[in-house]
């Protein structure tokens, strides 16, 4: 039953897909908490993306396979993790950053470089903001930034 998911597990050498039950008759490759009737190419071409997106990013980032109504992945590195555009005619690349006291902050793009740097830049721009809300407050109070680090 899970011959084809074990061939293409071995096939790859950094992609994760995740240990689901499959079911496979014919074409069908479908993970049974999705039961969209999805395909094996549409499974083989997805495993595919994921390999080219793990030789562009790099093995610090795990890029795991997985079917929730449709064959789909993404790849994660430490706090930021990154999704291939769906097949929505605007659907871009997507990168969301989970900085710890910030919410989930995201960015898209053309690429995956693109939609981490606009997410990024999010992240930097909150930042600024955070800084700037309070330092309005007491600045006045307090004097000069770097009499508070002293
Ligand atoms: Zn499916």
């Not at 793990?54 to 997985?66: C, F, I, S």
């Not at 555009?85 to 693109?114: A, F, H, M, Q």
């Not at 740097?117 to 930042?127: M, Q």
């Given at each position: 039953m899970t011959n084809a998911l074990n061939e293409q597990h071995e096939c790859s050498s950094l992609v994760m897909i995740e240990n689901e039950q499959v079911r496979s008759e014919g074409d069908i490759y479908c993970a049974n908490n999705c039961g969209l009737g999805c395909t094996?190419?549409?499974?083989?071409?997805?495993v595919n993306d994921a390999e080219?997106?793990?030789?562009?990013l790099g093995p610090d980032w795990e890029v795991t396979?997985?079917?929730?109504?449709g064959w789909t992945y993404s790849a994660t590195n430490g706090v930021a993790s990154i999704y291939p555009p769906s097949d929505g005619?605007?659907?871009?690349?997507t990168c969301i950053i989970n900085v710890p006291n910030l919410s989930g902050i995201s960015g898209d793009g053309d690429t995956?470089?693109?939609a981490a740097r606009n997410a990024a830049r999010r992240v930097?721009?909150?930042?600024n903001e955070m800084l700037n809300s309070f330092s309005k407050s007491v600045g006045?109070?307090?004097g000069h930034q770097d009499k508070i680090e002293n």
């Amino acid at each position: 039953m899970t011959n084809a998911l074990n061939e293409q597990h071995e096939c790859s050498s950094l992609v994760m897909i995740e240990n689901e039950q499959v079911r496979s008759e014919g074409d069908i490759y479908c993970a049974n908490n999705c039961g969209l009737g999805c395909t094996l190419s549409e499974y083989q071409q997805t495993v595919n993306d994921a390999e080219q997106l793990q030789k562009r990013l790099g093995p610090d980032w795990e890029v795991t396979v997985w079917d929730n109504l449709g064959w789909t992945y993404s790849a994660t590195n430490g706090v930021a993790s990154i999704y291939p555009p769906s097949d929505g005619p605007k659907s871009r690349w997507t990168c969301i950053i989970n900085v710890p006291n910030l919410s989930g902050i995201s960015g898209d793009g053309d690429t995956p470089e693109d939609a981490a740097r606009n997410a990024a830049r999010r992240v930097t721009d909150s930042i600024n903001e955070m800084l700037n809300s309070f330092s309005k407050s007491v600045g006045p109070l307090i004097g000069h930034q770097d009499k508070i680090e002293n």
